[in-house]
């Protein structure tokens, strides 16, 4: 694990990045294209979260569960589905994609790009200074231009009586366990949640999801409601409005006894808790620079944290809360690049809206998909975020089953779409889409919404008959004019 | 099949429509919505080609051979997949989807928006006259404000040796049979070709396609070329340079065999041209309005007769050659509904470029999709085409497998995509996608080129990980700036 630490002369750089996952990757990729010298600190994968216990693993566990899925809603395959799904195929399809939890490949292409990859636990010692400890003792690391944090989040425990006791499972046991539990119980209605629901019930447990909300809280109601349906047909038991209130699990090896607040309890061979997230930002250092160690980075459009003077130090990915997802953290990244680029350099900064230094889609334009049956896909804005920030918008609503596409993508197809419309811009705010197979839709919204593309000029893109696509031509004489 | 001709006084409308397609219906709509009397000419079924013959039921066959492909390139489904495609199954399903060629359905929706449905053979009888025989004789209809010729096309055979002998297989033999051939020849490598093809060598027959040049030829070369190969993947013989030059079928009952021009005889069970489409403008009567009947219709951007006075004629759909697929057809009768409505409310028209009565989108932005496997996804033009137009262009070039999302959702994932950037404007010119599962992404691309999307706004719209759609990032990356 020894690694070329301070390689350069004295440890110094023009940009150390700490957290090598697909953020710090961006950020260095970026800043090195522009020829700055980078180092890139990892404590643990190169990778990260994202490439081995969070989107890569959870997305190979969960698409032989959508694939066949999607076969069995078509008569004529249907019939050709008699057996069961491989587990073993499963899991050897997610350990191919986590490459067995080992990152040599990631490690070189850090190298290949030119940056010196450090191992070790980074934190920051003062302005531009980074230390990293490792076994062999600590090293000092000078950043000349910046320091970019990319440390990402860990997952919340809620401090219920008897949890260390129930070992409960995380995203990290619930995306890379290799035995099926036979009854799970999933604790959380949030992304994480509903997703390993689906794809562990799909393997074979019987899953208990429970909620203290409706299900995905943070798209339009029906997404989540949609989602509670689905998994309740694939037979999985779905309680909301109910909440964990003590475990037990006095033999390590026996089950765990889930006591809950409504007065019930359940008995189950794992749980799985997915109730938040909260910053890596504990043992980063953030004391030596005036910041508060434990909390989210506050941060600006090129993600430069905005109490830090001098526009040295960045915060980028989960940790700055704009949006917790890989996609928005690499976005990020990119924006973060270009902008200590263009810093170092002396040039001009383009941070108007949508500027090539502005992270504005993290407010207007954020895309997130979760890979249940059926899958649930929305970017921007939904109503009530729309008009909680007074917009004066209309709501235009269609069954997917208007686009005769759908129906021959799948017999019986039942989805939704919604999109909401500024009334004042003729653009769209947000676009919703819940039903199987659409979750590559989703960037026609995407585009639709980042690039305010007018109503009247979506008009003339014309969606294929048949396609589930064609579901955009019923939203728009829907909405009329 | 009688109805209500001449329900209205004297036969005399607003609008007469002659082809009760998806294109005529949407004329029908368009001026129904406006106020305006419609009657709607039908001589087959109410629906048309697309309903019956084309879109539809080749997608109904086709859908359950693409599942059972797709859930058999992802482990731990793949296992899953023990049984055969039932064919039973696959015609039950397209046998609903036609609604059994029966069409009371979509008469009943032509009488619910108000239109008079008219059985019987239309055709112009000079200015604003159009006659309609039926087995009852003939009657008169006038049309105070536009007649709209929407009766789409026919295929075209070939004029070969024994070609009424062999009693070839078009669409309408491609999508209506329900029993499989053992050995099928298909003729022409355009979308129905390859489509069809995909579609009876999934169901079980024995396919050899002859294409005279490189298959799909108006899509980017490598299009034509990975359709090729996916079909020879699946056990298909696809012959390209080669051309059938002789038939035989001495017994009716017997096998067909054809001689082509490099020499070798084929025998099979039965053989489907797809050899191109003539306009359905034969007997319509457009002798009477100084028009050569057989052509194609020369239209202008409401989709109006050019060479007929008055703004009264509109050639809608396959007849006007612009774009022969329903959706442009619709897209068309959109606009020329619109047009029509505003020209007899005396109201302005807007036909700049892209504006609500301008089909501008039939020449900048068609969208088009074979439902292959891969599925092979453009819009636009290709970079042959854009050159050809005198743009100044540069071609992106990124394999799919750069995007992790596709790899999961399918192993192995092979799938290429090309964008055509108009390097003076900034903006997309031409988007291919060929590869499994891309069909419903190719909405993102058309929403792209036909809203002009900056390349510098499309990087604000974040592709989600992991999925295929995160092809743009590459793509935007690869462009670079």
């Known amino acids: 694990m020894s690694e070329s630490v301070g390689a350069r002369a004295g440890g110094a750089y023009d940009v150390v990045v700490i957290g090598g996952g697909p953020v710090g990757q961006n950020v260095a990729e970026g800043a090195r294209a522009a020829g700055l010298s980078v180092a890139v600190v990892e404590r643990e994968l190169v990778g990260g979260e994202c490439s081995y216990w969070a989107c890569v693993p959870s997305k190979a566990l ?93 997952p919340v425990l809620p401090e219920l009586p008897g949890i260390e006791e129930a070992r409960p499972w995380t995203n990290r046991t619930a995306t890379d366990a290799s035995t099926v539990p036979g ?37 339009e109601p029906f997404a989540g409601e949609m989602v509670a349906d689905g998994l309740r047909e694939s037979g999985a038991d779905v309680r909301i409005g109910v909440s964990a209130t003590e475990l037990h699990r006095p033999d390590p ?52 944290v905005r109490e830090v003077e001098g526009d040295w130090l960045y915060a980028v990915g989960d940790i700055n809360h704009h949006a917790l997802l890989t996609h928005q953290g690499k976005y990020q990244a990119r924006i973060t690049g270009a902008a200590i680029a263009a810093r170092a350099a002396g040039q001009p900064l383009d941070t108007a809206p949508w500027g090539a230094h502005a992270v504005t889609a993290d407010f207007h334009a954020v895309p997130q998909i979760f890979f249940c049956d059926p899958e649930a896909a929305a970017v ?8 909680e920030a007074g917009h004066r918008v209309r709501t235009v609503d269609v069954d997917f ?35 199987p197979g659409v979750s590559e839709l989703l960037h026609s919204a995407t585009i639709a919404v980042a690039g305010e593309v007018p109503i009247g000029r979506l008009r003339h893109a014309v969606s294929c008959f048949p396609t589930i696509s064609e579901v955009w031509l019923f939203l728009l004489k829907a909405y009329g004019g």
Not at 132 to 152: F, K, N
Request: contains cysteine; proline residues 3%; glycine residues 14%.
């Open 62 to 154: 969960l698409r032989p569960v959508i694939a066949l899925a999607d076969a069995r809603r078509v008569d004529g395959a249907r019939e050709a589905v008699t057996g069961s799904i491989a587990t073993s195929g499963v899991f050897g399809r997610r350990n191919r994609y986590v490459t067995d939890y080992d990152d040599t490949g990631q490690a070189d292409w850090v190298r290949s790009i030119g940056a010196d990859l450090v191992r070790g636990d980074g934190r920051l010692d003062g302005v531009r200074r980074v230390v990293v400890g490792g076994s062999d003792g600590e090293r000092v690391l000078t950043a000349r231009q910046a320091v970019a944090l990319c440390t990402g989040s860990d």
């Open 183 to 219: 009854r799970l119980v999933v604790v959380g209605g949030g992304g994480v949640g509903v997703e390993m629901a689906t794809a562990w019930q799909g393997l074979g447990s019987a899953v208990t999801l429970l909620a203290r909300r409706p299900l995905l809280p943070r798209m």
């Open 401 to 435: 089953a208007e686009a005769q596409g759908a129906n021959l993508w799948a017999d019986g197809y039942r989805g939704r779409a919604r999109m909401v419309v500024d009334l004042d811009r003729e653009i769209l705010l947000g676009v919703t889409f819940v039903g």
């Open 253 to 304: 090896a026996g089950p765990v006894g889930v006591l809950l607040d409504d007065g019930t309890r359940i008995e189950a061979d794992e749980i799985l808790f997915a109730t938040g997230r909260s910053p890596r930002t504990k043992d980063l250092g953030l004391e030596t620079v005036g910041l508060t160690p434990g909390a989210w980075l506050d941060v600006d459009e090129t993600c430069a």
């Open 380 to 387: 921007g804005l939904s109503a009530a975020q729309a008009e």
